[in-house]
């Protein structure tokens, strides 16, 4: 990944700048000037963190040997249904352009390349990619391809028009208009273009049935791909790893085909591996308390308090009582998970 | 870490103290959660104030019980890093001593805060001032009640077992709990008490 902790201050920028642009779905309502200022200018910053992250994206693929299968077919297409999204979307920040637009059929336009491009495609794009993992079996390459290229020409096809209709005036939310409107063709375009994609979805179905009634095996890593999950069998079994694998970097199977190994972990009682902070040591062997009858009693009490304070609010001060105590029988120790204290308190010291 | 070597994590033990502790982290996310809990209903409080011209409505509550426990919560800061430092250091007898000490202190706690109840010279259902005063104090005694009830499970604990060397985690992060029951009275009480006849009338 090109420039990871960009890309990483991105995200969490993206996600506080979030918090102050709602507004711009209501310049049209009537704000008051700075409100109308505001929100413009933190909706058009956000082209800045979203910017850094899709340059990251494309100096990735440039400064990486891209395999153009199926899975990056469709990352690729999400970059750029993403990006047209994207822009036409930082357009409408502008409160003078969007109070033209606004209610017309450019911002469903809009909104569609953002969630078909930047949702539906790279959740597409994660079916294919990690499909043979989950089932241990492969997709057929060439219905998969169809599927893609009718997916995308549909996207295109359609959301396209919406936006000349709406630049040229057709408002949405409406289900006809008068005949004597020039906006027919487009229409009849954008209908065609829906039937498109939908016939892609058909597309998909019959290929995941095709993968049920005649399975192709899918080997343990088919794309080459550097993430864990491909060190283990396809399907992975229900423990994930015998040994837990060793990693060093962010693509730990390009760096060696079968990581090394952790030892030396109990296998009479569960134990999750605990590390530094910073560098990653192993630290600390943190053991798990075993199953316990006591977590579904927490619940069930929860739920009968929760009820009875529908009724009265006495409920919550009085079932405090019984949650306190289902809470302390809950998390009381029950057996030795550690030294005990004559082995390592000052008296050990001294003897 | 060499890439190449297996690890053998047999040696490593299964309890830490402070930040190399999960439970370090538990505290310290519980204590943000909880701290911009007693922020937000502090600024309820002064929210209310500004909108009303009259403020407190009811007289403040009297400063003799809440001044008092304000004291005792001060001072029982000495005995609780005793206690955490005694199980820091795994001292089983320390530790037991101290853990006993400020289950004492807590009860006394509990006490005085039953009778700062009884002076607070206004019900919560007669204003906004009496429900925010009562969601304020409120919010500080369940955390007082859960430390205090802690504090006690661990003195059973550390007598009845199961005994092994987490224990002293635990104690060690019981205390850090106690350390932000006292903490966060500190503006509570100011807020509570002081604000009141400092900025008194509107």
């Given amino acids: ?351 | 870490m060499m890439p190449g070597q297996h690890i053998d994590v047999t040696v490593l033990p299964t309890y830490r103290f402070g930040h190399r502790s999960p439970l370090w982290w538990g505290t310290v996310a519980f204590v943000v959660i909880e701290g911009l809990g007693f922020i937000f209903v502090i600024a309820a409080y002064l929210y209310l104030h500004t909108q009303n011209p009259r403020w407190p409505i009811n007289p403040p509550p009297d400063l003799l019980w809440g001044s008092l426990l304000t004291v005792l919560l001060i001072v029982s800061e000495a005995p609780n890093v005793w206690t955490k430092r005694a199980a820091q250091s795994q001292d089983l007898r320390r530790t037991r001593i101290g853990v006993l000490v400020m289950a004492a202190i807590g009860v006394v706690a509990i006490g005085l805060r039953v009778l700062e109840f009884t002076t607070l010279n206004v019900r919560w259902d007669t204003n906004a001032y009496g429900s925010i005063l009562w969601v304020l104090i409120g919010l500080h005694t369940a955390h007082l009640i859960t430390d205090v009830v802690e504090t006690l499970v661990f003195a059973v604990m550390l007598f009845a077992g199961p005994l092994d060397a987490r224990r002293f985690t635990e104690v060690e992060e019981n205390q850090a709990y106690w350390d932000f029951v006292v903490i966060a009275w500190i503006p509570v009480y100011i807020t509570m008490y002081w604000l009141p006849r400092w900025f008194a009338g509107g």
């Fill in chain 1, 1 to 351: 990944m090109f420039g990871y902790p960009a890309v990483v201050l991105s995200i969490i920028a993206n996600a506080i700048l979030s918090f102050g642009l709602w507004v711009h779905h209501m310049y049209a309502t009537g704000l008051p000037r700075l409100g109308n200022s505001f929100f413009a200018a933190s909706s058009m910053s956000i082209a800045i963190p979203a910017g850094i992250i899709i340059f990251c994206w494309i100096a990735t693929m440039a400064s990486g040997r891209v395999q153009l299968r199926l899975p990056m077919l469709w990352i690729v297409s999400f970059f750029v249904l993403f990006v047209i999204g994207g822009l036409s979307g930082v357009m409408l920040a502008s409160v003078p352009l969007d109070l033209q637009l606004t209610d017309t059929y450019a911002v469903p336009g809009h909104i569609h390349y953002v969630l078909l491009g930047g949702a539906v495609a790279p959740l597409l794009g994660a079916l294919v990619f990690w499909f043979p993992k989950v089932t241990g079996r492969m997709l057929d390459t060439r219905p998969g391809v169809l599927q893609w290229a009718l997916f995308l020409v549909g996207s295109f096809v359609t959301f396209g028009a919406m936006f000349v209709l709406g630049a040229s005036g057709m408002t949405r939310r409406v289900y006809t208009y008068p005949h004597a409107m020039p906006w027919d063709t487009l229409n009849l375009v954008a209908s065609i273009g829906a039937w498109t994609i939908g016939a892609s979805f058909v597309v998909l179905l019959f290929n995941l049935a095709r993968a049920y009634v005649r399975p192709v095996a899918a080997p343990v890593n088919p794309w080459g791909a550097a993430g864990l999950e491909w060190a283990t069998p396809s399907p992975p079994p229900v423990y994930n790893f015998e040994v837990l694998p060793q990693v060093a970097s962010r693509t730990p199977l390009w760096e060696v085909a079968q990581p090394p190994s952790v030892r030396g972990l109990r296998v009479d009682q569960r134990e999750v591996l605990v590390t530094t902070v910073a560098e990653a040591q192993p630290d600390m062997r943190d053991p798990v308390p075993d199953p316990s009858i006591w977590p579904l009693i927490a619940a069930i009490v929860t739920s009968v308090i929760l009820i009875a304070s529908i009724f009265t609010p006495q409920a919550i001060a009085w079932g405090a009582l019984p949650f306190a105590a289902v809470m302390v029988a809950w998390l009381y120790p029950r057996r030795i998970m550690a030294p005990t204290p004559d082995q390592v308190g000052p008296q050990a010291a001294r003897s």
